[in-house]
């Protein structure tokens, strides 16, 4: 639902803002009409606001997912997907509908507009990612480009929740997008490792979540990275370790009540109080001045998020508090989900072994797990699938070459050969199983050579080869 065009995230946006101008005009003094004028507007935004949600607004509560379930109900004859930090569900075999999620979350669609702007600014062909539209949704990605455009730097931030020793393939997209983004506008990056978190979310030991820190850095790192370009960090090892980091949590969580994390995070009075203090620390990486020792205290350097979509709450917070702490607010890039082997109902977990292709398994491990548990779009007799093609849209060895092939021909004649029927699924998962088998199999090649020297060298704080 949306009033005069808006959606429910524009409206909470528009209402900031215009709070924040009624701050200012106070704090300026200004003319009693035009403060009872700017007063006016902001009242007549609160009412559209509570019509749209169902809600009061809430300063630095943005609305949240309970707010539009009337409206996503209805329009899904009573079904809804779930995309929230910790869970992604949808009964469609399709998996999640993002266009409803844009309009959910209130953010940007990536238009071809958007990516041949990319690729100008870039001067490099885009990445298969933003080609295919797996990179869907963003927001500011104009303002960043625009500030580019006019030599100002910007830098990326991404992270990784340690819960397992090994990493799937499904964890690999935002770091293999990360690094192309890197080498494409040369800056730097920060990589969060949010051991803390896993710990507080988890059946885990303190030190079972730092070890899984380390060992997850190693297949980051193997992922090509520059050191010299590159900072990753272990929450429970940085944080103490760094004032200015820490200072702006305490600043974020000054700014952010109890009931306005239970409204965007679903926390209830039994969850610890770890988890509820918890979205802060994963606020603080969006801005420069909580790493000294890159940008020298600058205060001012926009901060560019390749992620998830799952991850947007965060960060919509983070955007919220941004402007009333005197930074400015993060961008963000935001993925689709890597589908679970059975399906695209769900997104591919660390937990379940035979839903995932994990970085780690052989070339026999992964061609048995493609053959056995890969959800199929064909039909149920050679003749049957001769006759009417199969679904390449609910086929997940078909949307898992859209993934990693990089060739779009040869993509694009795979799913016309499998939708007339002359390529059969059992063909088609071979296709997949020669994609994966030497792709992971590098990816253990170069990872084998990524020492506990090099871990320590991408974990130490320290200047980057970059003047700011």
């Not at 297949?219 to 010299?228: K, M, Q, S, T, W």
């Amino acid at each position: 639902m949306s009033v005069g065009g808006a959606t429910t995230m524009e409206l909470y946006e528009q209402l900031t803002a215009q709070g924040d101008k009624v701050r200012s005009l106070k704090t300026a003094k200004a003319d009693k009409a035009d403060v009872d004028a700017a007063i006016q507007l902001l009242l007549k935004l609160k009412v559209d606001y509570k019509e749209v949600t169902g809600q009061d607004y809430k300063a630095g509560c943005p609305p949240s997912g309970t707010a539009v379930s009337n409206d996503r109900q209805s329009e899904n004859g009573g079904e809804e997907d779930t995309v929230d930090p910790w869970n992604v569900a949808t009964n469609s075999a399709k998996g999640v509908d993002y266009d409803k999620l844009i309009v959910r979350f209130g953010s940007s669609k990536i238009d071809q507009e958007l990516v041949d702007r990319i690729e100008k600014v870039s001067g490099q062909k885009p990445h298969r990612f933003l080609r295919r539209g797996i990179f869907f949704s963003h927001r500011d990605m104009n303002q960043v480009l625009d500030a580019y455009e006019k030599q100002k730097s910007f830098y990326l931030y991404t992270g990784r929740g340690p819960s397992s020793q090994a990493m799937h393939v499904g964890h690999l997209i935002p770091f293999v997008f990360t690094k192309w983004l890197q080498d494409v506008f040369d800056i730097p990056l920060v990589i969060q490792l949010t051991d803390d978190e896993k710990y507080l979310w988890k059946d885990l030991s303190l030190e079972d979540c730092h070890r899984f820190a380390e060992e997850n850095a190693k297949d980051i790192i193997a992922c090509g990275f520059d050191v010299n370009k590159t900072f990753i960090f272990s929450d429970l090892d940085y944080m103490g370790s760094s004032p200015e980091f820490y200072r702006n949590v305490v600043k974020v969580q000054k700014h952010v009540t109890f009931n306005q994390v239970k409204g965007i995070f679903g926390f209830s009075d039994s969850d610890c109080i770890g988890k509820i203090s918890f979205p802060a620390i994963q606020a603080a990486p969006a801005f420069s001045s909580s790493f000294p020792q890159i940008f020298k205290g600058r205060k001012d350097v926009q901060c560019l998020i390749p992620c998830a979509i799952d991850q947007d709450p965060y960060f919509r917070m983070t955007r919220d508090v941004a402007p009333r702490i005197g930074y400015p607010k993060p961008a963000l890039l935001h993925s689709t989900f890597f589908p679970a082997l059975q399906g695209a109902q769900t997104k591919m977990s660390a937990s379940d072994a035979n839903s995932s292709i994990f970085l780690t398994d052989t070339p026999k491990q992964i061609k048995n797990k493609v053959n056995k548990h890969a959800f199929s779009g064909g039909k149920d007799t050679i003749e049957e699938h001769r006759e009417q093609g199969g679904n390449p849209d609910i086929d997940v060895a078909f949307m898992y070459l859209t993934f990693f092939m990089e060739d779009d021909e040869q993509l694009e004649k795979i799913r016309q050969d499998y939708t007339s029927g002359i390529l059969l699924t059992g063909e088609l998962k071979k296709m997949l199983i020669e994609t994966l088998q030497p792709m992971i199999t590098a990816h253990q090649e170069n990872r084998k050579n990524v020492t506990d020297e090099m871990v320590k060298q991408f974990m130490t704080p320290r200047p980057l080869n970059f003047n700011f």
